[in-house]
């Protein structure tokens, strides 16, 4: 187990290093958590013998102006000679006069113990702040709501993560992004990115006598300073490979509907947010799409692993 220890201790030395007091937004979470999990942790980047790409589109609070619009594209590969890993995250979000885009390259180094993977990773990237003042309608001299049109500006970024799986049976995650707190100076004042922190989980249940039958509960919790704590729990049942339909719940927030379909290597999903917060907002969509070109690692055996779960 000395590889777990120096592996935590990887985490939390890591995690910890740089600490310092910021105020901003909480990242923007995904209702269908469990198919991306390359957003939230590097750990998990190549763990699957294929190169895999997956998109998601959310789209929060229908018809309410200025509500968020997000969209996530990722790319990943286990390399061989490199014991592990590598692949890469752009994820472009969008509120109101607010636009934020990020770029990441991943890379996480794979460890065999016994039946399972433990992916240890690290992500670098950049983030680039944009506020268009041309959508606020403000008058008089305040500092933070004056200037030109547009500003904007990048921010260094580091994430790291855990990720320890059994294939097809269960996984475990915990994870780190925007360690360093990484701000800039736009409008008179500082926007700062705020370290925040995940914890997911699940089991693939099977039935002797329903062999095409696999039910798979999850949770994924995230943490960040200075906002709730996010829980979602979820269960999803999937028939023969090929169809599924689940529920997610977000604690005091909303109830997500999922349903999606692998076709061969394509696998596109959606899911629908009917928010149960007491403002009543509009609800949320949720469409993704991916698809993994399978690679045959050991021609000798010719074994692959499962590609289901993008």
Excluded at 91 to 117: Q, R
Excluded at 206 to 215: A, H, N, S, T
Excluded at 230 to 249: A, D, Q, R, T
């Amino acid at each position: 187990m000395k590889i777990l220890k120096k592996a935590a201790a990887f985490f939390i030395i890591f995690t910890l290093i740089i600490v310092g007091d910021s105020v901003a937004q909480q990242e923007q979470t995904y209702t269908q958590y469990m198919f991306v999990p390359l957003i939230y942790n590097p750990g998990f980047t190549g763990s699957r013998n294929a190169i895999c790409a997956t998109g998601i589109m959310k789209q929060q609070w229908v018809g309410i102006e200025g509500a968020p619009n997000t969209y996530a594209v990722s790319i990943e590969s286990p390399v061989k000679f490199l014991r592990g890993g590598i692949g890469g995250t752009i994820i472009t979000d969008k509120i109101g006069g607010f636009n934020t885009t990020t770029v990441k390259l991943n890379y996480s180094f794979h460890k065999k113990m016994g039946d399972a993977l433990l992916g240890i990773g690290l992500g670098l990237g950049l983030v680039n702040e944009k506020l268009d003042f041309s959508l606020f309608n403000v008058k008089g001299d305040d500092p933070f709501l004056s200037g030109s049109e547009e500003e904007s500006g990048m921010i260094f970024d580091i994430d790291a993560g855990l990720y320890f799986q059994k294939a097809d049976i269960w996984y475990v995650g915990l994870s780190s992004t925007q360690i360093n707190e990484g701000s800039m100076d736009v409008a008179g004042g500082t926007t700062s990115l705020v370290r925040s922190y995940y914890l997911t989980g699940g089991y693939h249940f099977k039935f002797e006598r329903m062999p095409k039958l696999v039910v798979s509960p999850s949770a994924f919790l995230a943490y960040t300073a200075n906002a709730p704590l996010l829980v979602n729990v979820g269960v999803i049942g999937e028939y023969n490979k090929m169809f599924y339909v689940g529920v997610v719940y977000t604690h005091q927030n909303a109830l997500g509907i999922l349903a999606g379909v692998n076709y061969k290597n394509i696998k596109v999903g959606y899911a629908y947010d009917i928010n149960t917060n007491p403002l009543k907002n509009g609800g949320s969509h949720e469409i993704r799409l991916g698809y993994c070109f399978k690679l045959e690692i050991d021609k000798a055996k010719r074994s692959y692993k499962n590609t289901r779960y993008l």
